[in-house]
């Protein structure tokens, strides 16, 4: 099984997600992308999911053009807000999904509400990649 998460910046939303889905079962290549890869992981992220037990710094921030000539199962969008563009992945692709989250690094403040935005967003990250695990991907492994 084979699942790749796109989101513009790669640095975030899709890492997270990544750690997440990886860490449900072992079966899966996760792998993430973005269409235009910052290059780097938001430290942020890196911090809340570290204290889940997720370890995503050897992550690597990709773009989306290393993985177009692959075969996907699921390739799983998670851009969230009404202002960002979603990228659009025209490999082989068997399931096509949207999953969206808010960015918590476009979350301005004070730096508690910043904080409490990226354990938010990865709460919902966990929620939404689990319930599709169990309810979809696990089904098909």
Known sequence: ????????????????????????????????????????????AVKVMSETGIDISRHT?????????EEWDYVITVCGGANENCPAFFGKVKH????????????VGTEEFIQSEFYRVRDEIKEAFFKLYNEEIKLKL
Do not use: W
């Not at 921030?61 to 000539?69: G, T």
């Not at 096509?96 to 979350?107: E, K, Y």
């Open 1 to 44: 099984m084979k699942v790749l998460i796109l989101c513009t910046g790669n640095s975030c939303r899709s890492q997270m997600a990544h750690g997440f889905l990886q860490s449900f079962d072992s079966r899966i290549r996760v792998e993430s992308a973005g269409t235009e890869a910052s290059g780097k992981l938001n430290s942020a």
């Open 61 to 69: 921030s990709d773009s989306v053009d290393k993985y177009i000539n």
């Open 96 to 107: 096509r999904l949207h999953i969206g989250f808010d960015d918590p690094s476009h979350a």
